[in-house]
């Protein structure tokens, strides 16, 4: 069983499939990319320019801070903004004040963004906890008691392991299809960037991929 089906048994019950700052209709497929900004987000935003479509962002503040010039440019394009934390910290190793404080940090930095980018700016951002909520995680309780919850997705393809594009993209097209089949969205969790800078070029070219099907672009939607 790989990360991302581990994630999803655990959590089934914390599945809430946004995309932004509303729900995600049924049979609509939402773009979400994590970890960013990085080398790969510049390219993947022509990508996505080219084909009218946008996404939502759930960005790193480590990463806005190292690569802000294309933070703001995620915001000057239309994507939405989420908070991905600070500094991708793993379950558990940070006390429920340290969380509290990465979350508050990377939304002042997407606000600093948005501001910049001249855009309006959803607050508070939707969030996505790195790695996803673990069974009894109490990030998960901080959030609510910021008035926040987790953004989940309703599949995630490892794209970290650097996958042949034409697997990748494969794959994306079956879970689509199979949310479509039971009239529910497909919220596929995509990964920009790394939280050591490193390239997504295979997710980078299975989106092309992927979006070079008319069918497949009619069905995307952001918030």
């Known amino acids: 069983m790989g990360w991302c089906a581990t994630v999803a048994r655990s959590v089934a019950r914390h599945l809430a499939v946004y995309s932004g700052s509303r729900m995600a209709e049924p049979g609509a497929v939402v773009l979400s990319f994590d970890d960013g900004p990085g080398p790969s987000t510049a390219e993947l ?15 790193l503040g480590s990463n806005v801070e190292g690569w802000y010039a294309r933070a703001v440019r995620v915001a000057e394009e239309g994507h939405v903004l989420g908070n991905h934390g600070y500094s991708h910290a793993r379950p558990g190793s940070l006390d429920r004040d340290a969380f509290a404080r990465e979350i508050e940090r990377t939304d002042r930095l997407l606000a600093r963004v948005a501001r910049e980018a001249q855009v309006p700016f959803v607050s508070p951002p939707p969030v996505r906890l790195p790695y996803g909520p673990a069974a009894e995680d ?60 490193a390239r997504r070029g295979a997710t980078v070219e299975a989106v092309r991929r992927l979006l070079h099907d008319p069918v497949m672009r009619g069905l995307m939607t952001s918030a």
């Open 45 to 59: 935003l022509e990508v996505l320019r080219a084909h009218g479509v946008r996404a939502t962002f759930f960005m």
């Open 138 to 197: 109490e990030r998960l309780t901080v959030l609510a008691s910021l008035g926040r919850a987790h953004v989940h997705w309703t599949a995630c393809f490892e794209d970290w392991e650097d996958p042949d594009p034409a697997v990748l993209v494969a794959r994306m097209r079956v879970h689509i299809e199979e949310q479509r089949a039971l009239a529910r969205p497909a919220v596929l969790d995509l990964h920009d960037a790394s939280r050591t800078g």
